[in-house]
């Protein structure tokens, strides 16, 4: 599904030019759960954004599912994003005005499909992430792990192929922490590709696989040996 | 993205800063508004003018002495300080034969102290025959017009405006007394209805009327006319009338050459386009004024949505991560900024309208003023466009800026 092939990125500016990224390589089947992790500056955040197709590799190949980023316009990719991604980001990014409801809806405002088909799809996602009771309340009036359970329902409702989480639990305590990791470890369970960029050791090994990452290239890609912790402590 | 969607987010998210949408709406709602006004009144006024011009008589032809070069609009000499003395009775004698004219009313002015008892004052004299107040409709309210018979046999009489008649005589009844025109004796036979300002600037409320020929001989000392008024037969066609006037003064003045006339002639209808090219230039003056207002509108909804587009930038980040692609946020920027000034425009409308209303009644009530209500479908038209396009116009430069926005960034910020 996904395939990286010497993978590079190049920043220019006036000092000179620095690569985030100096050749990856590494793919990614349908219906794993990965971690990408490193210190800060080693490049994950560039890998998330190029996987995500926010961003375009410099060098390198990106292919997904099948289709090389190369051959691919940026109105394409913004279609792929819609449909095919997922999106839940450290700092929920929700439109804290708008309701639990609207904010769920925006990733279908831009999809094609009839508008009488989204309210179902709405409420299938809002029920998944259990906040069905809170559907029609201001998203900035919620917790911080129902914000981000709501960013969850957002990612959900164009029934994509991957998700991409970006420390998803930065911004949450280890309780609400905890559930986001969960209702992400059930949408694994049920076949769903998830892709989770992190820091934290403990939220990393919720995944199957780790790959790691250090002065932008690969330093070690290993499955998770003892999976599941559900019950010590994230932090 | 759907019209529909993109048209209920922009609607939400201009409802969520109402009091800043309503300021900024306010400049379009100004500059819509004074549009409105200031074109419902320059054509109120223009109205007024026409229906004044109107009142005169549609029939009326002007000879006025000298030519007046090529151009229609052009000052005739006379009107330029000039004198000329080519209009004379034999002109006036061969209008008075031809069968399509059924009046003409040779005309002389000038200036005089009128004096009675140890009041004076400044005056215009026109010295003319008794048909000047048919022709020119001015009916006499108290006592009688001059006569044929005083025409020819060169009475002493005069009549005289309703103004002047209260700043001579005061209370005194002015009929059979006697007033001096430079040295000049007349009495006083009839006094003018009140009518104001007529026309031409002709002020009839104090206006002399004295027979032609004892102005010509005793006042001014002339043998010419300063200009002849020629009332048309109906039955005719006015530029047959025309004409058949050109044809005469050629023939009289030995004129050949068309380009070398020495007269000028204007009807009624010359009068009215000049009047309507002068009020409608008018109108148009107000208007660019008035939207010199609307560009400032524009500049402040402008100035708005760039802060509204630097402010959401997150929310751009945010769309376009979710598969909203440039033209999709472009859309709904422009969306949100046509709004503004749409339903601003509208607004604008709307209030122009109350206040011309207003001015309307104002003045049809408490100055008696003829003012005649207009509300020119033309301008409500134009301000609507207007409005539509100054959104786009000011909104397209904030709408690409946060088209253009990169996502990575956008959802970076702080």
């Known amino acids: 599904m996904i395939e990286v092939r010497d993978l590079q990125k190049a920043y220019h500016d006036e000092g000179g030019s620095t690569n985030a990224l100096r050749g990856v390589n590494f793919s990614i089947d349908k219906g794993e759960f990965v971690s990408i992790m490193g210190p800060s500056g080693s490049g994950k955040s560039t890998l998330l954004h190029i996987l995500s197709f926010l961003d375009r590799p410099t060098g390198g190949s990106y292919r997904f599912q099948g289709r090389g980023i190369d051959e691919m316009s940026d109105l394409e990719l913004a279609h792929v994003r819609n449909k095919d991604m997922g999106f839940v980001f450290q700092a929920f990014n929700l439109l804290s005005r708008l309701t639990v409801y609207e904010n769920v809806e925006i990733p279908l405002l831009y999809a094609d499909g009839a508008p009488a088909q989204r309210r179902a799809r709405i409420e299938e996602a809002v029920r998944s992430v259990g906040l069905e009771e809170k559907i029609h309340m201001e998203a900035g009036k919620l917790s911080g792990g129902q914000k981000q359970r709501v960013a969850i329902a957002r990612a959900l409702v164009t029934d994509p192929n991957v998700i991409f989480a970006d420390e998803p639990t930065g911004n949450l305590d280890s309780q609400s922490g905890l559930q986001v990791m969960e209702i992400l470890d059930a949408l694994h369970k049920k076949g769903r590709t998830i892709i989770l960029v992190t820091h934290e050791t403990q939220t990393a090994e919720f995944a199957n696989r780790i790959i790691r990452i250090k002065d932008g290239l690969v330093e070690s890609d290993a499955p998770v040996a003892a999976k599941h912790m559900h019950n010590a402590p994230l932090k | ?414």
Request: neutral net charge; aromatic residues 8%; glycine residues 10%.
């Open chain 2, 1 to 414: 993205m759907l019209f529909r969607d993109a048209f209920k987010t922009s609607t939400r998210s201009l409802a969520h800063g109402k009091m800043r949408s309503v300021l900024t709406m306010l400049g379009i709602v100004i500059g819509i508004a004074s549009v409105i006004i200031l074109m419902s009144i320059g054509q109120s006024a223009q109205d007024l003018i026409l229906n004044q011009v109107q009142g005169i008589g549609s029939n009326l032809i002007f000879i006025i002495p000298g030519g007046s070069g090529s151009g229609r609009f052009s000052a005739p000499a006379a009107a330029q300080g000039i004198v000329i003395t080519s209009l004379v009775e034999r002109d006036a004698d061969a209008f008075r034969r031809e069968p399509s004219v059924s009046a003409a009313v040779p005309e002389v002015r000038g200036q005089a102290e009128a004096v009675y008892g140890n009041n004076d004052v400044k005056v215009t004299y026109d010295g003319t025959t008794e048909q000047y107040f048919g022709v020119r409709n001015l009916p006499v309210g108290r006592g009688y017009t001059f006569t044929k018979n005083d025409v020819d046999s060169g009475a002493h009489v005069a009549v005289i405006g309703p103004g002047l008649a209260t700043t001579l005589f005061g209370n005194l009844d002015p009929i059979g007394k006697s007033i001096r025109l430079d040295q000049v004796t007349f009495r006083v036979t009839g006094v003018l209805e009140k009518g104001g300002t007529g026309a031409f600037g002709i002020d009839q409320d104090n206006l002399v009327l004295v027979p032609l020929v004892v102005a010509q001989r005793e006042l001014l000392g002339i043998t010419y006319f300063s200009d002849i008024v020629v009332e048309a037969n109906p039955a005719y066609d006015i530029s047959f009338v025309e004409s058949r006037i050109t044809f005469l003064l050629r023939r009289n003045h030995s004129i050949t050459d068309p380009n070398k006339d020495d007269f000028t002639i204007r009807t009624q209808q010359d009068a009215l386009a000049i009047l309507g090219n002068i009020t409608s230039i008018l109108t148009i003056f107000l208007a660019a004024i008035a939207s010199i207002s609307l560009i400032v509108g524009g500049i402040g909804i402008m100035n708005i949505m760039l802060v509204a587009v630097t402010e959401r930038t997150r929310e751009i980040g945010l769309r376009k991560a979710v598969g909203a692609t440039n033209r999709d946020i472009l859309e709904q920027f422009l969306i949100e900024s046509v709004l503004l000034t749409f339903v601003g425009g509208m607004i604008g409308i709307a209030l122009g309208a109350l206040i011309v209303a207003l001015i309307y009644f104002v003045l049809s009530t408490f100055f008696s003023i003829g003012w005649v209500f207009a509300f020119p479908l033309t301008a409500v038209i134009l301000a609507l466009i207007v409005s539509g396009i100054a959104g786009i116009a000011f909104g397209i430069y904030p709408a690409r800026q946060a088209a253009r926005k990169n996502p990575i960034e956008a959802l970076r910020y702080e």
